[in-house]
């Protein structure tokens, strides 16, 4: 449905500042956009996102006196603290001037924002404008965090070793050993309460989930009956938006001249997103298999993700030149293009949610090697609900890898999963296709918007 009228209605999107979160809130933007929707993105200048790649919006650059803190990905918490103590105010300054300036920037609707960056929400309270959270995970890793919570007050944590392998409670194919955390140790006390605010909706009205009811759908419907806000689930968003790099790196985009070289389905493509680090004995044992294999490979290998060096230096002695033109090998790749290629067979993944998405849609069977977080129960769908994806088992064991490179990329078992991974494509094209459930959900995301009173200020 679009916005037919005079008075342009506008939404302020508040997204959490790493590649695989901005990435999804700046699709759900343009998809917003399409719809009529004027739209500003208030964001933090630490990893801001480069306005030029989308003229569209009106961005808003928030005061988060990040310089000179620690924003490496293992002081995360301290990071979400930091900028959802120092971003309040300044947001709320900036909304209260967009609001005054309407006849520049439109009415604003509502505030959405991701769970992790309750400020939004906060100041959006308090202005009484209403907020919607956009989750950019599916439902099934949300479900975690109220299980592990759950368990938290029953006092089940630490688990004995040998119940790793055991089904969750309630969540549907999952085993504790899926649940993103290590449910055998101890769990700090920060991430439990960095668990409970961000499944904590507070003030907020409503759901947007870049996930889909062909996917996720027993998670929504379990969740919806705790959440009793409106749910809309409108995934997949790498294919409901219009195409836009929103990516921090360079794309690397000679690597699509390589792909044309390349053989149909021949080419596995590895990438393990934008913050997981491998040790340096996976990096060669990775090699060793990918040579091994006889497979063309393109593979991604970003800057300081191999813990203790700088880029490629660590590659064993001899692996270049075994392998010569057949593999490719870059900081940063136009993924979305990359696995739409039809000389791409393969894709082997850390799971990431948007790298799962995007391989569904392009209908290219994984392998996954999970490292934290979602990557590990979005992992346990691939392998064992959608049968779409193979474990790698070692990843330090280089003929372990050669084998399940070959199943994949070889065998009938890769061949099956092809099948299967082409069936949930179409599936996924039809859901957002008119009269499907994403298509509906988004008419009604827009009506639901175009709800809420007028707010004058
Ligand atoms: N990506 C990319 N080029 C690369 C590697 C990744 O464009 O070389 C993109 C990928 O398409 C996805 C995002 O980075 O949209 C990674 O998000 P994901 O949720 O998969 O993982 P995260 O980076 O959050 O771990």
Redesign the pocket.
């Known amino acids: 449905m679009a916005i037919v009228g005079v008075q342009k209605q506008s939404v302020v999107l508040v997204p959490y500042p ?4 901005i ?1 999804p809130m700046l699709q759900l933007g343009t998809i917003l956009h399409s719809n009529g929707f004027s739209v500003v993105v208030a964001h933090t200048k630490f990893n801001s996102p480069d306005p030029s790649n989308h003229p569209e919006f009106t961005f808003l650059p928030l005061e988060d006196n990040l310089s000179g803190f620690d924003t490496s990905y293992y002081n995360t918490l301290a990071v979400v603290a930091a900028i959802n103590e120092n971003c309040k105010v300044p947001f709320q300054d900036s909304l209260v001037q967009l609001m005054k300036d309407e006849e520049k920037n439109g009415q604003v609707r509502c505030v959405i924002h991701d769970p992790i960056m309750t400020f939004g929400r906060s100041a959006a309270n308090h202005l009484q404008i209403p907020s919607l959270v956009l989750c950019t995970y599916n439902a099934v890793y949300m479900q975690t965090y109220h299980t592990i919570l759950q368990l938290q007050a029953e006092n089940c944590f630490p688990l004995q070793e040998s119940r790793m392998l055991e089904p969750v409670p309630d969540i549907h194919a999952l085993r504790f050993k899926d649940l993103g955390i290590p449910a055998d140790i101890e769990i700090p006390q920060p991430v439990l309460e960095f668990f409970a605010n961000v499944s904590n909706l507070g003030s907020s009205v409503a759901i947007i989930w870049n996930t889909n009811q062909e996917l996720d759908h027993i998670a929504l419907s379990q969740l919806q009956r705790h959440y009793e806000v409106p749910f809309f689930p409108i995934g997949p968003f790498n294919k409901m938006a219009p195409p836009s790099s929103t ?1 921090f790196l360079e ?1 690397e985009r000679n690597c699509m001249e390589w792909l044309d070289k390349q053989d149909p389905n021949s080419v596995l493509y590895i ?1 393990l ?4 680090s491998i040790e340096k004995k996976e990096l060669e044992e990775t090699a060793w298999g990918l040579a091994n294999s006889g497979q063309p490979f393109l593979w ?1 290998i970003r800057p300081s993700s191999v813990n203790g060096s700088e880029w490629i230096e660590q590659l064993p002695k001899g692996f270049q030149e075994a392998v010569g033109e057949r593999g490719c090998i ?1 900081k ?5 293009e990359v696995l739409a290629h039809s000389a791409v067979g393969g894709f082997l993944t ?1 799971c ?5 998405l ?1 391989s569904l849609c392009e209908a290219v069977p994984m392998i996954c090697r999970p490292c934290f977080a979602d ?1 590990l129960t979005n992992a346990r769908y691939l392998t064992h609900v959608w049968n779409v994806g193979l474990e790698l088992e070692n990843v330090t064991d280089r003929v372990a890898i050669e084998k399940t490179i070959k199943k994949l990329m070889v065998d009938n078992e890769g061949n099956e999963m092809r099948k299967r991974v082409l069936e949930m494509k179409q599936k996924l094209e039809t859901s957002i296709q008119k009269g499907g459930s994403s298509y509906r959900s988004l008419n009604e995301l827009t009506e639901f918007i175009l709800s809420f009173p007028r707010k004058e200020y």
């Open positions: 790493y590649q695989g979160h990435t990516s794309e990438s997103g934008s913050l997981a991604v870059v940063w790749s136009p993924q979305k850390h990431g949610w948007n790298s799962t995007e990557q």
